[in-house]
């Protein structure tokens, strides 16, 4: 820091859960309609920025990446992300962003939006541009569906195609934080256009009707007596267990031995279930890796 100039910042780029995610409908440009109760975890990367004043053309925002099957060209959408900042500010400095990339790509928990949004808050601080709520959010949207939840603290329900975010009602939001959950992804991911189109396609009922799903989202919001796990449900889920049947298998498993109630986030591949303060962790997890193999993604976590 030089005279109050911020020149390096690190921001944690959180994951996120789908607790509850209900695709009511396609819309005429394309995207699908939804209601989802969502999370942010206190597992995710970590996203380093650096300003450099003197930068120009294409060097004026580079990204580097210690998983080298990231993409670090323009398709990724930390540089995208830094472009749309730059563009709505008129700033003209240049930034060097490093990812330490932790959530897995193609896994249904956000990873790769909530790097964009990373980069939008190192982007503010290194200009020194407050942009302003609104305008930030309206980016994030431009960027990408999930994008604006990053912005949020707390569990949040999203609605539209994602971009309208509600904070969940207070009480409802405190039976959630803190909850321990255990995340675990298969080897393969699963490609969301591929999840969308397979939804649209399929048979009568793949949706769920939107009256539906508000009734239950409040319905769960209103009774306290009801656990974190009554929450829980994915509609996604019926097309990708078709095609992926590991992810039904060991989801069978694990709620036969252990009493777990996984569901999968978002359009997967990742899935995730709660843990009780006594659960045998160290079985689950091997458990999970004997069905899905040593280079699965098996992480104990917890909802911020």
């Known amino acids: 820091m030089l005279d109050g100039w911020v020149s390096v910042i690190e921001i944690f780029a959180p994951a996120k859960l789908n607790l509850f995610l209900a695709i009511t409908g396609r819309r005429a440009d394309g995207f699908h309609e939804l209601v989802s109760v969502a999370t942010t975890l206190a597992f995710g990367d970590t996203l380093r920025a650096e300003a450099m004043p003197g930068a120009e053309g294409t060097e004026r925002f ?32 240049g930034v060097k962003f490093f990812l330490q990339k932790r959530v897995p790509m193609g896994a249904g928990l956000g990873g790769g939006s909530s790097d964009a949004v990373a980069a939008l808050k190192a982007m503010a601080v290194l200009s020194g541009v407050r942009l302003g709520d609104e305008k930030l959010a309206a980016i994030a949207a431009s960027l990408g569906s999930d994008c604006p939840l990053f912005l949020n603290e707390g569990p949040v329900v999203m609605r539209g195609r994602g971009e309208r975010i509600t904070p969940l009602p207070a009480a409802a939001s405190a039976r959630l934080r803190w909850r321990r959950v255990l995340v675990f992804k298969p080897a393969f991911g699963i490609a969301t256009a591929w999840a969308y189109a397979r939804m649209a396609s399929g048979a009568p009922g793949s949706y769920l009707a939107w009256t539906e799903a508000e009734a239950k989202v409040a319905a769960w919001c209103a009774d306290s007596a009801l656990p974190a796990e009554a929450l829980l449900f994915n509609n996604m889920e019926r097309a990708a267990f078709e095609k992926f049947v590991a992810l039904p298998a060991l989801a069978e498993e694990l709620q036969k031995r252990f009493g777990l109630a996984p569901r999968m986030s978002g359009s997967g591949s990742a899935c995730f279930a709660f843990l009780a303060d006594d659960a045998p962790v160290a079985a689950i997890i091997e458990a999970v890796r004997a069905a899905w193999g040593p280079t699965c993604l098996v992480v104990e976590t917890r909802i911020a």
Do not use: I, M, Y
């Not at 060209?73 to 008129?90: I, M, P, W």
């Open 62 to 93: 580079t990204l580097a990446c210690d998983d080298p099957a990231v993409p670090v060209d323009e398709t990724n959408l930390v540089l995208k992300a830094a472009q749309a900042f730059a563009a709505a500010s008129g700033w003209r400095g």
